[in-house]
């Protein structure tokens, strides 16, 4: 469509409903947010499972409370007509038989028009059965439900590009070499293994994958291309997804996973290290583009299996763009205020691709968290830092094997999605990664973290503090002088083992 001011797009979600699983996911919220903002959808159904003791109305409430609804919420007459359209489906994906409750299970498979399919778990290190249960089984059924939708147009299931990171180059097809007699009978060989036998036999039936995450989410592209060629879907792949670029704001991140993890130690003036090589050039896309990506190509799904049968897949990625390792991390860096800055450059940070390295500096980071939080002891404060740095590393981690290793790849599918879209889709829908200025987007990574992801969670751990030392001084009328004197001996504490371990780095390890 060559007419600047038309958008195929718009017109083909106009009054659509749409359903969305995974919609509490980072991915899904953006997705939601910019579903209400840009699309003129009837309804969109959200499937939330019941989590600790929040039921799905609560979940979903909690979701559009949150920051990355707060440019929505500004006009509050539309805010009021959007948040009714979203709808709240509570589902139990144990039970084949009662999936979703009666009174909406007819509604959706009367009403839904178009599918995003992002329920997932990840966790990369997951026990292989209990992947296989969330990425590929709980697919099946979701599936299985939408083939009984009457008036389907559109099913996007969003895979990644690492579902085939075994292979050197990522071509955009379903690569179908699982093995063991396909994905139904492996599954079923699993289910019969005790833990023992599980614990012995995982890392045989994955084989080159580095964790059950990527080899779950390739059983479940063969298993669409095995069970599902019927229905219009195809798989979209994104590779590592990160903060906003520019939509609804910048720099917006609600997690620590990945790259976020790597950097909350240098946000906060501590020493930080990571396994990685700093040539090697990762995949990563800002989750607005991305968002933006997948509601283009769920259109192309569309156009593309009214002629033909084959499955179609998208590569969300460019390798025209990419910057190194090295490059990131100086970004991230560039981010930091100055003196932050200064430290991380020349002491606080060291990247490495040395296995034995990397030990004894994670070992250096965690000897500082356990002694700042025996100042935190000190000062009467539960220890809380070990913990988080254990979780930081352990999420970092998980890139281990993205960090130290290189992929090509072939996009042809996303490129043609592009190169299709008019002026209007290009400004409100953009997803071209080579427009994106990537220096100034990892520069402003460390904001956003710190911003949308650290204070966040500082502020609610102020709440709990303050109204604990609330109850302490109206038990203790010396509550507020023995509170003075342990904050001072904390911050000693804090200032001499940070720049301690700092001092080790700079000496023994950084060069």
Not at 396 to 413: A, G, I, Q
Not at 428 to 450: E, M, Q, R, S
Request: charged content about 25%; glycine content about 6%; overall charge positive.
């Amino acid at each position: 469509m060559s007419d600047v001011g038309c958008s195929k797009i718009m017109e083909f979600y106009r009054g659509s409903t749409v359903l969305i699983t995974g919609a509490s996911g980072f991915v899904g919220q953006v997705l939601l947010e910019k579903i209400l903002r840009s699309l003129e959808v009837d309804r969109v159904y959200v499937m939330i499972r019941p989590k600790w003791n929040w039921n799905v109305e609560s979940r979903l409430q909690r979701i559009l409370d949150g920051q990355l609804f707060d440019v929505l919420r500004k006009d509050s007459a539309k805010w009021q007509e959007m948040t009714r359209k979203v709808i709240p489906v509570e589902i139990n994906l144990e039970e084949d038989e009662h999936l979703i409750v009666d009174q909406l299970r007819s509604k959706l498979l009367n009403e839904v028009n178009v599918v995003f399919n992002l329920l997932a778990s990840v966790n990369f290190n997951e026990p292989l059965d209990c992947a296989l249960r969330t990425n590929v089984e709980y697919t099946d059924r979701m599936l299985e439900l939408v083939c009984k939708m009457k008036n389907i147009k559109t099913v996007v299931h969003v895979s990644t590009f690492y579902s085939n990171c075994d292979k050197r180059v990522i071509e955009e097809r379903i690569y179908d070499n699982v093995g063991y007699g396909g994905v139904a009978n492996m599954i079923n060989i699993v289910s019969k293994l005790n833990e023992p036998e599980k614990q012995i036999l995982t890392q045989h039936i994955i084989g080159n994958f580095p964790n059950t995450y990527t080899f779950s989410k390739k059983c479940a592209e063969v298993l669409i291309q095995d069970k599902y060629r019927s229905l219009p879907i195809g798989i979209f792949r994104p590779p590592i997804v990160s903060s906003t670029y520019r939509e609804p704001v910048p720099g917006w991140i609600d997690n620590f996973n990945g790259p976020s993890g790597m950097v909350v130690p240098l946000s906060q003036g501590m020493y930080s290290a990571a396994l990685l090589d700093t040539r090697a050039r990762p995949f990563i896309v800002p989750v607005d583009y991305c968002v933006n990506a997948l509601i283009s190509c769920a259109v192309d799904v569309h156009l593309q299996r009214s002629q033909s049968l084959a499955i179609p897949v998208y590569n969300y990625t460019d390798a025209k763009c990419n910057l190194s390792w090295g490059e990131i991390i100086h970004g991230f860096i560039q981010g930091l205020p100055p003196f932050k800055r200064f430290m991380a450059t020349y002491f606080t940070a060291t990247l490495t691709r040395n296995r034995m390295r990397y030990a004894l500096c994670k070992k250096l980071m965690l000897l500082q968290a356990y002694l700042l939080d025996l100042g935190r002891r000190i000062r009467g404060e539960a220890p809380a830092l070990g913990q988080i740095f254990e979780k930081m590393i352990s999420l970092s981690e998980v890139l281990e094997f993205f960090c130290l290793n290189e992929w090509r790849m072939t996009n042809d599918n996303v490129q043609r999605v592009q190169a299709a879209a008019t002026e209007l889709e290009r400004r409100t829908f953009p997803c071209d990664l080579t427009k994106v200025d990537w220096k100034g987007y990892y520069k402003g990574f460390v904001p956003g973290v710190i911003r949308y992801a650290i204070e966040p969670r500082k502020a609610k751990h102020r709440a709990r503090k303050s109204a604990e030392e609330q109850q302490q001084q109206n038990g203790s009328a010396g509550g507020p002088k023995v509170v003075q004197k342990r904050g001072i001996c904390y911050a000693v504490w804090s200032f001499l083992f940070r720049y301690v371990t700092i001092v080790f780095n700079f000496l023994f390890i950084k060069h």
